[in-house]
């Protein structure tokens, strides 16, 4: 998921002026200023953008998350300025399963078990609730625990088992 953000950036001095644009904080690694850097007329402002993607998986937090956006001025050091912000972090699912083991050789009213794994790469807990059946009615199929809550970065299994 992506975000940006406009940057007003005012030369308040008398001389033309270079100004780096930099995020600082958690979301550094992970965002990016277009231009990077502007030259502006005395007296004149730009508008820079910041684009926020957080990578997936569960390494960004869901939640607030502070940040701030550094503006430093080639010409006036000491002019540097700090804003600060906050972004908001949605919760991304990425969840994934796997049959195992996918193929069974069960016939007539012979059971089989299976596991079925469940990985959430996301970064909030998910909320899984699974259910067998066959469309043709000709097998049952049972899953405990049918409903569960896996953690951000973890794994849980399932079993199944049809007859």
Do not use: C, Y
Not at 42 to 64: H, L
Not at 68 to 83: F, I, K, N
Not at 114 to 125: S, T
């Amino acid at each position: 998921m992506q975000s940006s953000i406009e940057v007003t950036v005012d030369n308040t001095g008398r001389v033309v002026d270079s100004f780096a644009v930099d995020v600082l904080g958690p979301p550094a690694g992970w965002s990016v200023s277009e231009p990077a850097s502007v030259s502006i007329f005395p007296g004149k402002q730009a508008v820079v953008r910041i684009m926020f993607s957080p990578p997936p998986g569960a390494e960004v937090p869901v939640g607030p998350m502070p940040f701030g956006v550094h503006v430093r001025s080639h010409e006036d050091p000491a002019g540097s300025v700090v804003s600060e912000g906050i972004l908001d972090v949605e919760p991304v699912p990425m969840l994934s399963a796997e049959l195992s083991p996918r193929t069974a050789k069960a016939r007539g009213r012979r059971r089989s078990k299976h596991q079925v794994a469940i990985d959430n790469r996301g970064n909030a807990p998910a909320l899984v609730s699974m259910v067998g059946f066959d469309e043709q009615d000709l097998v049952d199929v049972s899953v405990s625990p049918a409903e569960l809550e896996i953690p951000p970065a973890s794994a849980a299994f399932v079993t199944v088992r049809a007859r």
